[in-house]
């Protein structure tokens, strides 16, 4: 069973089309007008062995908001349906990821409650070109959009990129552990609901 999908969307603010296989080999196709945006991307597929195709444009001659948001959003319906039904998934994942003087901890759990929590700051405005003040939107709108919910601390950390790098390696071990089959339950829902709840349908 290939889990895969390909999600557009286009307004006048941005054009985004994403193609996701959640097993792959981590290769990724990245491109956004937002260079550190896409090394972030990258590295969250690397990490979490997706392949992901991510083409993106957008107004960010007005905000990079409105693209890194949108990004999210289109990323979220990606995982969502890929993961179809949910069966057979593990459901939660979490990892610790330390890079230097850095630490991330993320935690996801694909629920079909979507919920952020986000304690993260950062010593600077802007990582390389990205403005680290919309991570928060990017990954709200992730949750979202993957009825996910989705933990994202950063307990300490000296430099942004290793803050904000660490933080991407994490998600993309928390999203490959929680995407992951369970052998043990091949055929069934991981909830003594017996079913995921998914408030949009």
Known sequence: MKRTSRVER?????????SLQLEGKGKSQVTSPIGFFNHMLETFTHHGM??????????????QHHLVEDCGMILGKA?????????GICRAGYFVY????????????????PYLQYEVTF????????????????????????????????????SDHHRMESIFKAWGRAMRMACSLDPRR???LPSVK????????
Not at 79 to 87: H, I, P, S, T
Not at 98 to 113: F, N, T, W
Not at 124 to 136: K, N
């Open 194 to 201: 017996g079913v995921i709840d998914d408030r949009d349908r």
């Open 98 to 113: 330390p890079m230097d003087e850095a630490l991330a901890v993320v935690a996801v759990d694909i629920s079909g409650r």
């Open 79 to 87: 995982f969502d349906q890929a993961l179809g039904d949910k069966k």
């Open 10 to 18: 286009k307004t006048k603010e941005t054009e985004i089309t994403v």
């Open 186 to 188: 091949p055929e069934g």
């Open 123 to 158: 010593r600077r405005r802007f990582c390389g070109e990205m403005d680290t003040d919309v991570l928060e939107d990017f990954f709200h709108s992730f949750s979202v959009h993957s009825m996910s919910n989705l933990v994202v601390r950063m307990p300490f950390g000296r």
């Open 50 to 63: 997706f392949d992901i195709d991510l083409k993106a444009r957008g107004d960010v001659n007005v905000d």
